[in-house]
C-alpha cells in the first residue's frame, strides 16, 4: 500500500458548508458556553437518536464522568475490563471501585449470567459498554437493576445512532453515554452526549458541565468544565446532514469483510443481533491461532509490513493497566482476557476503497493458509 491505511478516517462535511456556519461566529463572537449552535444540535440529535433529554458534552468521557456525578453513586459499580480506558476511569474518577464482570463470548458486551453473584450491599449501578456497536442484553440488564435496585448507565460510545427493536438505543437504562470523538461514525471534532430518563438530570448535567454555577451569584455542586463549544456544534451540525450515508458506505465494507472473512475455519465475527439496527462501528475479527495458523499478533504486523493499520482494541484489558496494578485480577474476567489477546480491528471508514478492503482480505487469508 503506498498510502497508509490506518484504522479508520475521520469523516468531514463538504468544508463550504462548515465555512459558511463558521462565519456567522465571527458576527456573533459567541464561542462556546451553550451557544446557538450547540442548541441547535442538542435539538437535532434528539430527533435523530430518538430520545426523551439529551445533554452535549465537551467529549464522551467527561460526559460519562459527570453522569455518574450527578446520579450520587456510591461504593461499588458493576462494569467490564474489555474497553476503552475511558469506562474504568470514570468509574474510578468518582471514588468508586469498579467490579469486573467477564464478557459474552459471542458479542463482547458483559455477560448477564455472571452480574448477580457480583452484587454486594455496595453495589449502586451497573455500567455496560455496547462495545463495537454491539448491544448488551438489555433486557436482562434491566430485570437485574429493577431486582436490585441499580441504577443502569450505558457506555454507548460506539452506538450513535442505532436501534433495537425500533427504539434508540439511548432509551434504554437510566443514561447513555456517546462519543462524538473524531474516530466516531459521528464527529463533532471532540465530543459525547448523555441521553437519560429521568428529565430532572437535565439541570443537574447542565451545572456540572459548568462548574456547578447555579446562577451569577451561587455555585452549588464541585462540578467540572465540560462544555461541547460551537466549532465543535457546527462540526456536528454539518456532520449530521450526512450521517445515513455514511452508515451505508460503511455497511458496504462491513458485507465485503464478512463475505471474505466470514466461513474461514479460525477467523470469527460477530452476528448481527436480532432486531438491532447497526451503525457498522468497528469490524472486530477474533483470531483463534490453533485453528488459523497464525496469531493475532502476526497478522497485525504483517498488515504492517503493507502499511495497513490494525488495532488491538481492547487489548489490554483495563483491569490489567499499570495505574490499576495489583487492584484487579484479570483471571476473574477469564473470557476478556482470552479475547483480548485474539482480537484484531480492521480499518472502516465510509471512504476506504473497496480495493483496500479485498487487498486486507487477502493479506489475511493468505497468511491463514501456510
Ligand atoms: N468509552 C468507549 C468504549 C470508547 O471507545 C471511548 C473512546 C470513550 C468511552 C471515550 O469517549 P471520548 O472521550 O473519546 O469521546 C481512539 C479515540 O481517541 C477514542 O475516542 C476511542 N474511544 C478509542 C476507541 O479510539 P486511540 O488512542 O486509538 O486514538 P488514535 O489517536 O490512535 O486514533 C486512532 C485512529 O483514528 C488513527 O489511527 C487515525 C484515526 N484518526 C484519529 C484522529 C485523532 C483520524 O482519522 N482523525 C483524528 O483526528 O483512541
Known amino acids: 500500500m503506498n498510502k497508509q491505511i490506518l484504522v479508520t478516517r475521520s469523516s468531514l462535511p463538504p468544508i463550504e458548508e462548515f ?15 451553550m451557544g446557538k449552535y450547540h442548541n441547535e444540535l442538542e ?78 450491599n455496595k453495589t449502586s449501578a451497573i455500567v455496560p459498554v455496547h462495545v463495537y456497536g454491539n448491544i448488551c442484553n438489555i433486557n436482562e440488564i434491566e430485570k437485574i437493576a429493577k431486582k436490585y435496585n441499580l441504577k443502569v448507565i450505558y457506555d454507548a460510545a460506539h452506538a450513535f445512532g442505532e436501534t433495537y427493536e425500533n427504539v434508540g438505543i439511548g432509551n434504554f437504562g437510566d443514561a447513555s453515554m456517546f462519543s462524538f470523538h473524531a474516530t466516531k461514525v459521528f464527529n463533532t471534532i471532540e465530543g459525547g452526549a448523555i441521553t437519560f430518563s429521568d428529565e430532572k438530570l437535565k439541570a443537574q448535567l447542565y451545572k456540572l458541565k459548568n462548574f456547578g454555577i447555579n446562577d451569577e451569584t451561587t455555585v452549588d455542586v464541585v462540578g467540572s468544565n465540560a462544555k461541547m463549544n460551537e466549532f465543535q456544534a457546527i462540526m456536528g451540525l454539518c456532520n449530521l ?56 499478533d502476526e497478522i497485525c504486523e504483517k498488515l504492517k509490513d503493507k502499511n495497513i493499520y490494525a488495532r488491538k482494541y481492547f487489548y489490554p484489558l483495563t483491569n490489567s493497566f499499570d ?43 493468505k497468511l491463514g493458509k501456510k
Request: hydrophobic letters at 40%.
Open 19 to 33: 465555512s459558511e456556519k463558521l462565519a456567522s461566529i465571527w458576527d456573533s463572537a459567541w464561542l462556546t458556553n
Open 43 to 120: 435539538e437535532k440529535l434528539t430527533n435523530y437518536l430518538d430520545v426523551k433529554n439529551i445533554s452535549l458534552f465537551v467529549n464522551g468521557h467527561l460526559a460519562l464522568e459527570l453522569v455518574i456525578q450527578a446520579m450520587n453513586l456510591t461504593g461499588e459499580v458493576i462494569t467490564t475490563p474489555f474497553t476503552f480506558a475511558s469506562t474504568t476511569h470514570a468509574i474510578v474518577r468518582n471514588g468508586l471501585t469498579p467490579v469486573f464482570c467477564d464478557i459474552d463470548e459471542n458479542d463482547y458486551t458483559i455477560d448477564v449470567n455472571k452480574i448477580e453473584k457480583l452484587i454486594t
Open 241 to 296: 446532514n450526512y450521517i445515513e450515508e455514511e452508515i451505508e458506505k460503511r455497511k458496504k465494507i462491513v458485507m465485503i469483510y464478512r463475505e471474505k472473512l466470514g466461513n474461514i475455519k479460525g477467523l470469527s465475527i460477530c452476528n448481527e443481533k436480532k432486531g438491532l439496527k447497526s451503525n457498522y462501528a468497528y469490524f472486530p475479527l477474533l483470531v483463534d491461532e490453533n485453528i488459523f495458523g497464525v496469531t493475532r
Open 323 to 365: 495505574c490499576y496494578k495489583n487492584e484487579y485480577n484479570v483471571n476473574e474476567t477469564p473470557c476478556a482476557l482470552k479475547i483480548s489477546h485474539r482480537i484484531l480491528t480492521l480499518p472502516l471508514y465510509a471512504n476506504l476503497p473497496e480495493e483496500v478492503v479485498n487487498t486486507i482480505c487477502d493479506i489475511i487469508l
